[in-house]
């Protein structure tokens, strides 16, 4: 079956430590995005990729870092620098990176700083 | 710059009633807009999508919007609701060039028997 998967389910951090969320998807798409979630504030988009190697900020990426050096990887650090960081976190990719194509979304992580 | 608002952040409807999830965006240019369903501690499913092609937008489930310029409106109904549909549900503008979405706040719908 071809989709997004993202691990761990639950994650949590000790403050000051780094953490890296993992997605992968299998559905040759060149673009994925990350979104972080926090009731009552809809998703709000972190960095994106329209292709390997590339990435752009999105409107809250202080405090994350990622990479991109497999097409069907993308996964996030949530670094010492994010000072509030619990929240549920999505991954996403589409076919291309132009306006409309379908986001589609992996089932999340849900990190919980103690 | 562009946004949308989804006016009502719950609404309940009792099983078999219309279901009416209101949203409004602002776009300088013409907009592509998306509904998303989204189940306790899961990721979102998209319900359709509108691309210009058609004003009345038919998805899964059951669900269609309509597309109105006039009113900068991409409302989400369904005929009858089924307990299955209580979820949250997000509107989304998609955003220049590059398919950056914008959400709105979302909007939980509960459906009582």
């Known amino acids: 079956d071809g989709g997004i998967t993202q691990s761990p389910k639950y994650l949590f951090r000790k403050e000051g430590q780094n953490v890296t969320l993992s997605c992968e998807q299998n559905?040759?798409?060149?673009?994925m995005y990350w979104y972080r979630q926090d009731p009552g504030q809809g998703l709000r988009l972190i960095y994106y990729?329209?292709?390997?190697?590339?990435?752009q900020k999105g409107d809250i990426a202080e405090g994350y870092s990622v990479s991109r050096e497999k097409k069907e990887s993308f996964p996030l650090t949530v670094t010492s620098a994010q000072k509030n960081p619990t929240a549920f976190y999505l991954c996403?990719?589409?076919?291309?990176?132009?306006?409309?194509?379908?986001?589609?979304f992996g089932p999340g992580t849900r990190l919980t700083v103690l | 710059a562009q946004s949308v608002t989804q006016l009502g952040s719950h609404v309940s409807v009792s099983e078999g009633a219309l279901v009416l999830l209101r949203c409004n965006y602002s776009?300088?240019?013409?907009?592509?807009l998306f509904w998303y369903v989204q189940y306790p501690n899961q990721g979102l499913q998209l319900l359709l999508k509108?691309?210009?092609?058609?004003?009345l937008v038919k998805g899964i489930n059951g669900f269609e919007a309509e597309f109105k310029k006039s009113e900068t409106s991409f409302h989400l109904t369904k005929p009858s609701a089924h307990m299955s549909d209580a979820a949250e549900y997000f509107c989304?503008?998609?955003?220049?060039?590059?398919?950056?979405?914008?959400f709105g706040a979302g909007t939980r719908l509960a459906v009582h028997p």
């Open positions: 996403a990719s589409s076919i291309g990176g132009t306006g409309g194509d379908t986001q589609y």
């Open positions: 776009s300088s240019v013409p907009p592509y």
């Open positions: 989304a503008v998609s955003r220049g060039g590059y398919n950056k979405l914008i």
């Open positions: 559905l040759n798409h060149d673009a």
């Open positions: 990729s329209q292709i390997v190697n590339d990435f």
């Open positions: 509108y691309t210009s092609a058609a004003t």
